[in-house]
């Protein structure tokens, strides 16, 4: 049985936040754009234009390090599957050296080590379900030296 070891948290931070985000205030800035006035109130066009350009690629920036990293984990008695909701790969459980966790101010991160590289790189960052990881482990008792905390 596959059990997934990521958060469910990881579909909205990766797909759906950067979208609407990009979408909202990339809308916004193409209403600059294309405004005939040259200011709003003491500020000039130019100026917000050129603070909203940027401001979103500041954003953009952000999103690229750190929220377009994750990926999803599941896992199964063979198999570690990983996904950018895009492109799927299998790993066997030979190729994994552990899993790190670690708390951050929200989420509990994640990282799946491989021994070697694999499509996503040989580091691999997501959400990680502390509680549905435990679980996996305890269900396969012949990894639970993958399980590191940080």
């Known amino acids: 049985m596959t059990r997934q070891l990521s958060s469910s948290w990881t579909l909205a931070l990766r797909i759906f936040l950067p979208t609407f ?8 800035f193409m209403a ?10 003491q500020m000039s066009m130019n100026g917000l234009r050129w603070g909203l350009l940027v401001f979103i690629t500041i954003f953009v920036i952000i999103f690229w390090k750190t929220v377009l990293r994750l ?3 599941d896992a199964d008695k063979d198999y ?22 670690s ?6 991160y994640g990282t799946l080590v491989l021994k070697g590289k694999g ?3 040989d580091r ?21 030296d ?3 905390e940080a």
């Open 21 to 28: 985000w990009i979408a909202f205030f990339g809308t916004f």
């Open 119 to 121: 499509r996503f790189g």
């Open 103 to 108: 708390k951050g101010f929200i989420f509990t």
């Open 146 to 148: 993958w399980l590191q």
């Open 124 to 144: 691999i960052l997501f959400l990680a379900s502390r509680k549905r990881v435990e679980i996996f482990i305890a269900e396969n008792p012949q990894i639970k």
């Open 32 to 41: 600059t754009l294309f405004t005939d006035k040259n200011q709003i109130g």
């Open 71 to 73: 990926k999803r984990i």
């Open 80 to 101: 570690v599957i990983v996904t950018n909701y895009f492109k799927t790969v299998r790993y066997p459980h030979i190729d994994v050296e552990k899993i790190e966790l």
